[in-house]
């Protein structure tokens, strides 16, 4: 009974955590963080710029809590090393993203209302703190999808390959996982590399948070089948 209780509370967990992420990515929007006078006025048309950045963190939150369940479940012996090893990667990615998000979240836009009523020198000197902002927080956000949803993910699509779990669910964590790591490294070594919306878009809201919303179904169905 107690190993139905966990896997269904992470399903759950996992479920709700990729739902609330993605949505939360999708009010977020693209930020043009490449041209400071554009994100300026596109964070000033998004109020709820500041609260989604904190959504998409709580969301990553309870999205880990459920992978926690998920790899607890794990028997064999390697798998369950390889489980704890893209948690404690993921861990790690976690809190650099809270960090980074949470500063760019707020930076922007309290820059943007500033700029609202600035003179032109002082509109020019806020576009350069905005400057300042994107460059600092770039480096982070890179390393924290490396870690959240590149090796994290990577390493618990092979624990699963590892544990028996369904074939094509381990793998394509493995493709997910891998193909993120790839960009976001390629990025960090070369920021004109690629869009960053694909990585950031494509790959971090949308295809790892589908894989995270198919690994919380199987918890479910798990769950049940154990119970029954």
Same mark, same amino acid.
């Given at each position: 009974?107690?190993?139905?209780?966990?896997?269904?509370?992470? #399903?759950?967990?996992?479920?709700? #955590?990729?739902?609330?992420? !993605?949505?939360?990515?999708? =009010?977020?929007?693209?930020? +043009?963080?490449?041209?400071? &006078?554009?994100?300026?006025?596109?964070?000033?048309?998004?109020?709820?710029?500041?609260?989604?950045?904190?959504?998409?963190?709580?969301?990553?939150?309870?999205?880990?809590?459920?992978?926690?369940? /998920?790899? %607890?479940?794990?028997? %064999?012996?390697?798998?369950?090393?390889? $489980? %704890?090893?893209?948690?404690?990667?993921?861990?790690?990615?976690?809190?650099?993203?809270?960090?980074?998000?949470?500063? &760019?979240? =707020?930076? /922007?836009?309290?820059?943007?209302?500033?700029? &609202?009523?600035? !003179? +032109?020198? &002082?509109?020019?000197?806020?576009?350069?703190?905005?400057?300042?902002?994107?460059?600092? !927080?770039? #480096? +982070?956000? =890179?390393?924290?999808?490396?870690?959240?949803?590149?090796?994290? /993910?990577?390493?618990?699509?092979?624990?699963?390959?590892?544990?028996?779990?369904?074939?094509?669910?381990? @793998?394509?964590?493995?493709?997910?996982?891998?193909? !993120?790591? =790839?960009?976001?490294? $390629?990025?960090? /070594?070369?920021?004109?590399?690629?869009?960053?919306?694909?990585?950031?878009?494509?790959? $971090?809201?949308?295809?790892?948070?589908? @894989?995270?919303?198919?690994? $919380?179904?199987?918890?479910?169905?798990?769950? @049940?089948?154990?119970?029954?």
């Amino acid at each position: 009974m107690a190993h139905f209780s966990h896997l269904r509370t992470g #399903g759950i967990c996992v479920v709700l #955590g990729a739902v609330a992420f !993605t949505t939360a990515r999708l =009010l977020h929007g693209d930020t +043009p963080a490449a041209h400071a &006078e554009a994100a300026l006025h596109f964070v000033a048309s998004r109020p709820s710029y500041a609260a989604v950045h904190l959504v998409a963190v709580f969301a990553a939150v309870l999205t880990l809590a459920g992978l926690v369940a /998920l790899v %607890r479940s794990l028997t %064999r012996p390697s798998a369950a090393l390889l $489980g %704890r090893a893209g948690l404690a990667s993921s861990m790690v990615g976690l809190a650099v993203f809270a960090v980074e998000s949470t500063s &760019e979240g =707020l930076a /922007l836009p309290e820059l943007s209302a500033a700029a &609202e009523h600035a !003179t +032109p020198e &002082e509109r020019a000197d806020l576009i350069g703190a905005a400057h300042a902002v994107a460059a600092a !927080t770039h #480096g +982070p956000s =890179l390393i924290a999808m490396a870690l959240l949803y590149g090796i994290g /993910l990577a390493l618990i699509g092979a624990a699963l390959v590892l544990h028996d779990a369904p074939a094509w669910l381990g @793998w394509a964590g493995v493709a997910v996982g891998t193909v !993120t790591l =790839l960009a976001a490294s $390629g990025l960090f /070594l070369s920021p004109s590399l690629f869009p960053g919306a694909l990585l950031y878009g494509i790959l $971090g809201s949308v295809l790892a948070q589908l @894989w995270l919303l198919a690994a $919380g179904l199987t918890m479910l169905r798990r769950a @049940w089948a154990d119970r029954s």
